[in-house]
């Protein structure tokens, strides 16, 4: 067991993925047997607690739909509260396969990352993805790159490495819905390290997306809105880096 | 001719008044509204400008004006509810679809309005209205069904926190050399 399986957390937000999150469970426990596992049951209307309770895994069972962003909050109070070094985020649809995980550790030791995105453009691996799905993701990821400067590749990634620093600041500030572009943008703008981890993705194992040809054109205007409107927003103190670090804050 | 310079007038002072209050508090979201606001009055007149005589400055051309404020009020107000965390973007889509409709009516009422009018026969005003009751409309179906959502939820995470409570106060008494855990962070 390595030495970071101790002080982290691997958070598994989940609707509706009682097929999937079986078997993802099993291949964690095998491969990371001593890391304490999270999954956030949005208020699935399947067996998803009871697949992760029948596994052993701590369950957060939400009363009502938050969506992903409400459902990481959740999860990162959780760890926040357990005094967790670090917490993991991976999806419940198998998408991100575990073996990948030490690469995001690897970079975060190398980049001094407070938070680490798990990458499936960075490297040479498949890209398994519809081409209208890849073109915004390509718009977005020039948006950001923009709004971040520094070079993000794969904005809407759910396979992230949060260090304890970016974990108060997101078990206090997290976007509602569709969170993790404009959580990238927040994260620079309060002064966080992002970095980048070559990661290959798999196909979902099982389930349905959540963004579907409808929710596809409200996901791009609400990001669009919510990262324009960020810029204009003041960078709380209370919650930037420096405040929650002490460098070089009195 | 009078009546044009009245409204530019009315314009330019608003709009040197809002950039002063927002360069006297350094707000750089107010001013680059401000600026926004001023530039896109100025494009809106100087489309209308030319050959405009005073007999032209019509009902309908003072009408264009006040809707076209009344949307940039609305789309003003709305990014600075979202800046300030008080609206969600989720409803703020709305809302800025409901100022861009309005605002879009305002600038181009003929190619529009024309084809609303040859439709239902309605004369400009009446089109207007009835574009912004609908609107308006629609904003308040979408918030009823949602206060409904919420209504729903709140009630469902109230009777999650009854259980627990009970459940905890069973477990509580069952066990009670246990000592009290740490409250927990809010």
Redesign the interface.
């Known amino acids: 067991m390595d030495h970071w399986q101790r002080e982290t957390i691997l958070l598994i937000p989940a609707f509706n993925e009682a097929a999937a999150l079986g078997p993802l469970l099993d291949e964690v426990a095998a491969l990371y047997p001593g890391l304490p596992v999270a999954v956030i049951n949005d208020c699935s209307s399947d067996d998803t607690a009871g697949v992760a309770r029948a596994r052993g895994a701590l369950v957060l069972d939400l009363p009502c739909n938050l969506g992903v962003g409400g459902a990481m909050q959740a999860g990162f109070a959780l760890a926040v509260a357990r005094g967790c070094r670090y917490a993991l985020r991976i999806d419940g649809d198998g998408q991100h396969p575990p073996a990948e995980i030490p690469r995001l550790f690897a970079t975060q030791r190398e980049m001094g990352a407070d938070v680490v995105i798990g990458s499936r453009f960075l490297g040479q691996g498949a890209v398994t993805s519809t081409r209208w799905r890849s073109v915004a993701i390509g718009a977005l990821a020039r948006l950001l790159t923009y709004a971040c400067r520094q070079r993000i590749t794969d904005p809407t990634s759910g396979f992230q490495l949060v260090n304890h620093h970016a974990l108060r600041f997101f078990a206090a500030t997290y976007p509602a819905d569709y969170p993790e572009p404009e959580s990238l943008a927040l994260l620079t703008r309060q002064g966080y390290r992002v970095a980048e981890a070559p990661v290959a993705f798999r196909e979902r194992q099982a389930g349905r997306s959540s963004i579907g040809r409808r929710t596809a054109f409200y996901y791009a205007l609400k990001v669009t809105l919510a990262l324009l409107v960020d810029r204009a927003r003041a960078v709380d103190a209370r919650l930037a880096r420096q405040a929650l670090t002490g460098d070089g804050h009195p | 001719m009078t009546h044009l310079l009245t409204i530019l007038g009315g314009v330019l002072v608003l709009v040197s008044g809002l950039a002063f209050v927002a360069l006297r508090k350094r707000r750089?979201?107010l001013a680059?509204a401000g600026l926004l606001l001023g530039i896109v009055l100025v494009l809106f007149l100087s489309g209308i400008t030319p050959g405009l005589t005073a007999d032209r400055v019509t009902m309908e051309l003072k009408l264009r004006v006040v809707t076209g404020l009344l949307s940039f009020l609305m789309l003003i107000a709305t990014?600075e509810a979202?800046?300030r965390?008080q609206m969600?973007?989720?409803y703020?889509?709305l809302w800025?679809a409901t100022g861009l409709v309005i605002l879009v009516f305002a600038l181009y009422p003929t190619t529009i309005l024309a084809w609303l009018q040859r439709v239902t026969g309605m004369q400009y005003v009446t089109a207007i209205v009835i574009v912004v009751f609908a609107f308006l409309l629609l904003v308040s179906f979408h918030f009823s069904i949602m206060l409904s959502r919420a209504r729903?939820?709140v009630a469902?995470?109230a009777?999650?926190v009854a259980l627990l409570e009970q459940r905890l106060e069973a477990l509580e008494r069952t066990r009670p050399e246990d000592p009290k855990p740490p409250a927990?962070?809010p």
Do not use: N, Y
């Open positions: 750089r979201g680059i990014l979202v800046r965390t969600h973007e989720r703020a889509l800025v729903d939820d469902r995470t009777r999650r927990s962070p």
